[in-house]
């Protein structure tokens, strides 16, 4: 049901003829309107009847059944200007499916054969109806549907196959099932999965006032910052190793380690071979205020001034490394830089190193700490932040109509992952399937996103078959979404192109939280799981109004139950410079 190898690319060149000149291997339109239909049938027979009449027997050119046209001689018709090998051209005929029994899974193999440069079409059977990717704006197909195209097939110049849903053989070996059993976060909303998931069902913000003198003349003083000193919450010796953005992450990985059933203190309480364990965060600076304050302490104080700590507390990896201390964790500590879609790609990683056996459970994430006065006027420089009164309501208004930039915000989001066999071993609860990821590109500009979306679409259909999915199954975006003016736009538009005509729940919760940086990734794919756990849709805060060229079924004012057809949440990061990160993760029965 593909073009025949042996079929010439010949452009078609429509001309006029006579039947009489006709003969076999022609391709031939009966009318000037069919040719225009790109409707084309290949002559393989011809028989004169008559002096005056002669039959033609046709097929359609990529195969099918034949039919016959009896003709006059002098009857105009139009052929294509190319000939094909009639030994080539398959005959072939659709099967009734009106006794066939349907299942999920079942796929769908169409052909518009009187069409030579026509594709084959797959549908997927999913949630009770056909989808085809290549179709989003389809919107899919029935089962009366399907069976009335193979019913119509061969009188239509189609070709309708079906294929059942394959019996899956066991396999010995292959990549591995990847769960999530376990979350932790800090976050403007409070320390704690708890205090994340309340405020988010009851669309509270945690963007503040900067109170210190430090961030005195900027032209914008409020972020989503932490609302306690993580610094409190740890032993104050360990304190004063880790900076603010490690701080972040010991702490919501500790949650999320106790979370998913280890013992409190790491790997060696919990019996666990610590070298079968890593440790994936992302971060794009981690806390750029351990750098200022050294360079500012080397210019009051001189060399003696500076901490010999500043070096090993600046760079981007420490919270890892923090986290691989805290938990004893030897199996490896990855540091993911790839500006605000860094938590994602982090996360990413960890599923594959856990799904090709390289570890067996991993603390995957994200953690930054970078509202600090020279990043606040580096953002405020480029026109990027937004502004208001945080009393009055979120100043952070992602899709609206009056969105003008992105509030920065620090936090941490861990997830503890781990093999699905290693999970179920030990009875531990799972949240859900790690199911795919995908990666790309833009290519596009230094900040500025690609206003098509076609990098953001690329990624999220690469999430998709990572998983083993359809787009069918997608049954919420958890969108990134930051406020401004052509990042939202880009986003909508692609997902949009990619999810069609179905009205897919949306929520955006940087109006909660403000822009995590490195961070935002882990924190909202914490979310994505519990909105997945809890069948709860979080409401977007900050949209008053929704922009008319944001075509997305956003969920606002209040939770939505999770809708029934469909398995697939995914979690979107888009950074800097074209970074598109998706993670999808998938409802385990």
Known sequence: MTHSTETPEVPIRPYRVTAAEVVPGDLLALTPEDAERHRWHVVTHTLPESPEVIRVTLRPPLGGVDHEEVLRREARVTVAGRRLDVAAVPLVSSPALDDVEFRDGDRLHTL????PQAEELTYVRRWGSWHSDKDPAGGGASDEDVRRWAAEAD????????????????????????????????TPLGVGTGALWDGLLEGRHGIRELPDGEFDGLPVRIAGTVPVDPAGLLPRQAARRMNRAAQFAVLAAREAWTDAGYADGGTRESGLDPERVGVSLGAILGDASVLVGGDRRLRDRGPRGVSPLTTPMTVPSQAASQVSLDLHITGEAR???????SGTEAIGQAVDRIRFGRVDVALAGGAEAVVTPAIMASFAAMRALAEGDPAAGSPSHPFAKDRDGFVNGEGAGVLVLESEEHA???????????????????????????????????????????????????????????????????????LRGVLGRRDVPVTALKGHLGHLQGAAGGVEAVAAVLT???????????????????????????????????????????????????????RVA
């Open 112 to 115: 518009r054969a009187v069409d």
């Open 424 to 494: 179920r071993a030990r009875g531990a609860r799972i949240y859900c399937e790690a199911a795919g990821w995908g990666l790309s590109a833009d290519a596009h500009h230094v900040a500025a996103p690609d206003p098509s979306g076609d990098g953001i679409a690329l990624a999220l259909r690469r999430a998709v078959r990572d998983a083993g999915g359809q787009l069918a199954d997608v049954v919420h975006v958890n969108a990134h979404a930051t406020a401004t003016v052509d990042g939202d736009l880009a986003e909508a538009r692609a």
């Open 532 to 586: 997945l756990h809890h069948r709860l849709v979080p409401p977007t805060v900050g949209c008053a109004e929704l922009d008319d060229a944001i075509d997305l079924d956003l969920v606002r004012d209040t939770p939505r139950a999770l809708p029934d057809a469909g398995d697939l949440v995914l979690s979107n990061s888009f950074g800097f410079g074209g970074h598109n990160a998706v993670l999808a993760l998938r």
């Open 335 to 341: 540091t993911v830089t790839s500006a605000c879609a």
């Open 155 to 186: 009188r239509e110049g189609d070709v309708v196959r079906h294929a059942p849903r394959p019996v899956r053989a066991a396999e010995a070996a292959g990549a591995r099932r990847v769960v999530v059993t376990g979350l932790g976060a800090v």
